[in-house]
């Protein structure tokens, strides 16, 4: 799945030790607010001191996140998991000028067929002696 939009929120990293393997581990979640006529707000994850450094995400940032969903159990209560595994700072933010030799965005709508491409045929001129205009 993939959130676009800009980053409002970084907060601080987590980290410790796995009890299970005893390895360390560190993540870091951000807030991303979508650019919607409602806009969204979406907390997601970065795990692994390697990616952190990989992406890093700066506050105000315009980007395109991807994620994946998780849920799990614990003690009779459900909790999400939005984990992000790439990002993408290429994106055009909407109402904006497009950047010279910028490529569009996956999902990005295209632009708006020129009126010479209407789906419509042109009006075709009315038959001789015809008391109507109708085709019919």
Same mark, same amino acid.
């Given at each position: 799945? #993939? !959130?676009?939009?800009?980053?409002?929120?970084?907060?601080? $990293? /987590?980290?410790? @030790?796995?009890?299970?393997?005893?390895?360390?581990?560190?993540?870091?979640?951000? %807030? !991303?607010?979508?650019?919607?006529?409602?806009?969204?707000?979406?907390?997601?994850?970065?795990?692994? &001191?390697?990616? !952190?450094?990989?992406?890093?995400?700066?506050?105000?940032?315009?980007?395109?996140?991807?994620?994946? !969903?998780?849920?799990? #159990?614990?003690?009779?209560?459900?909790?999400?998991?939005?984990? $992000?595994?790439? %990002?993408?700072?290429?994106?055009? @933010?909407?109402?904006?000028?497009?950047?010279?030799?910028?490529?569009?965005?996956?999902? &990005?709508?295209?632009?708006?067929?020129? $009126?010479? &491409?209407?789906?419509?045929?042109? /009006?075709?001129?009315?038959?001789?002696?015809?008391?109507?205009?109708?085709?019919?």
């Amino acid at each position: 799945m #993939e !959130i676009t939009g800009k980053i409002i929120a970084v907060l601080p $990293a /987590q980290g410790g @030790v796995s009890q299970r393997t005893g390895n360390q581990w560190k993540s870091q979640d951000y %807030v !991303i607010e979508t650019h919607d006529q409602y806009p969204k707000k979406c907390c997601f994850r970065v795990f692994g &001191e390697e990616k !952190i450094n990989q992406f890093n995400i700066q506050l105000g940032e315009e980007m395109t996140v991807s994620f994946d !969903i998780d849920s799990h #159990e614990y003690q009779g209560r459900w909790f999400n998991d939005v984990r $992000a595994w790439a %990002v993408n700072r290429n994106v055009q @933010v909407p109402g904006a000028a497009p950047v010279a030799g910028a490529a569009p965005v996956a999902g &990005e709508a295209p632009a708006a067929a020129p $009126a010479a &491409e209407a789906p419509f045929p042109p /009006q075709q001129p009315a038959a001789e002696g015809s008391a109507d205009d109708l085709p019919f």
